[in-house]
């Protein structure tokens, strides 16, 4: 039988999940930021960083202590230009929306802007980020480093993170070029998604210790953690569909992650210590943003940027296509369309939702799907 599904709309969805987060004590502006940050991926279509992280990776953590909801952000270096932040083991998104905002504000000034983070936790949409440059007619790149997931090409060890090299560049269109992917075949949060949908994952994602690829999607998700699974890096396993390219990207945003902030890396991102017991994650992050007015008139170079993805779009189709996308534009589509039906929630999101209301008392909220769960 098919899963039913519920759809919130998009202002009762981002409400819930501040309110979650100032009755987990994180202060209410902070609070704002980080629902911002999550609702923006369910409006882009993104399930894997919306609502359906507001409790394990945001919430769990915080009740686990290794997680503090006071975000403490310390410069602890800078220029006109740079600057490095020390986050504290607090909100990753609050954080990271200081930082951007530097690199912005230096860019407006200067022409570029670059910042990093050390000793942060886990920071949402990467393209939230990015997106803030875009928005002022900028180029945003940002990255993370994450805990180990990936097998560098020709080891079964999980060693990397995810590690997302995002992108979003102004068009003379109703939506950017938006690139916001993991340096692995798949990530994480999407397994997630799988895992919720209770369906198995395609063969190539994920291998066990002997490099052989696995498809049992519950299992896998609790021995990444224990180190007995791998994601392979983009371009998959061995060489010959040059999984080498996907490691290589996965390696340079753990070195722009972790060495200009000084910040942990690989195996020390695990969120475990040495005797087992849960801890911090302390990831580190970078952004930069390139101020286009710096090189060209900004309406000229959306206007390039624009014939670029529609000659692509208008390109020759392969059998049996009748459309070419270019990165952002399904993005844009999904918001569009959940502009209108809201944003699915499938029956664990439903409990997890419900979860979290009787336990922070949130008695503001009269959830269609409540009844299921009496």
Known sequence: MEEKLYYLDFATLESFMRDVFV????????AATCAEVLITADKLGIDSHGIGRLKPI???RIRDGIQNPKTTVEMIKSTPTTAVYDAHDGMGMVASKQAMQYAIDAAKKYGTGMTAVRNSTHYGIAGYYALM?????????????????????????????TNPLTFAIPSDEDFPFFLDCATSVSQRGKIE?????????????????????????????????KGKAALTPLGGLGEETAGYKGYGYATVVEILSAALAQ??????????????????????????????????????????????????????????????????????LNYQKRKTTG????????????????????????????????
């Open 23 to 30: 009755a987990a004590g994180v202060p209410a502006k902070d």
């Open 58 to 60: 945001y919430i769990d």
């Open 193 to 225: 998604v799988y895992g919720r949908a209770g369906k198995e994952l395609p063969p190539g994602w994920v291998i066990d210790e002997q490099g052989n690829t696995r498809t049992d999607t519950i299992q896998i998700l609790e021995d990444l953690v």
């Open 133 to 161: 440059a875009a928005k002022n007619n900028m180029i945003g790149i940002t990255g993370t480093n994450a805990r180990p997931s990936i097998a560098p090409t020709f080891g079964v060890e999980n060693m990397l993170g």
């Open 263 to 332: 910040g942990s890396f690989l195996k020390g991102l695990l969120g475990f210590s040495p005797e087992g017991k849960k801890q911090p994650y302390h990831l580190g992050h970078f952004f930069l943003a390139i101020n286009i007015e710096a090189f060209a008139d900004p309406k000229d170079f959306k206007h390039t940027v624009g014939e670029i993805l529609r000659a692509l779009r208008n390109s020759r189709k392969a059998p049996g296509h009748d459309r070419i996308y270019t990165a952002g534009e399904k993005e844009y």
């Open 343 to 374: 944003v699915p929630i499938n029956r664990a999101l439903q409990k997890n939702i419900i979860d979290l209301q009787k336990d922070y008392n949130l008695s503001g909220y009269s959830f269609e799907f409540a009844a299921d769960w009496r």
